[in-house]
């Protein structure tokens, strides 16, 4: 759905008039940093080994097939 020019100029711009203030971006500390890098590599491994798995299983049926 469309807006119209009359409607759109009665919309806010985005971000006007919010009290809020962008948080500057916090450096983490190393600590921090390694538990993020195992949480993704977990999360990774989570998707990727069945994922994995799969392709494995297909590519082998197709080799039968073939």
């Known amino acids: 759905m469309h807006m119209r020019r009359d409607e759109t100029a009665k919309v806010p711009a ?6 809020a203030a ?3 971006a916090v450096a983490e ?3 921090k940093q390694a538990a993020s890098d195992l ?12 994922l994995a798995w799969g392709v494995w299983v297909t590519l082998s049926s197709a080799v039968r097939i073939f």
């Open 14 to 19: 985005a971000g006007a008039g919010s009290s």
């Open 39 to 50: 949480r993704t590599v977990l999360f990774w491994a989570f998707v990727g080994l069945p």
């Open 22 to 24: 962008v948080a500057p």
């Open 29 to 31: 500390g190393p600590a």
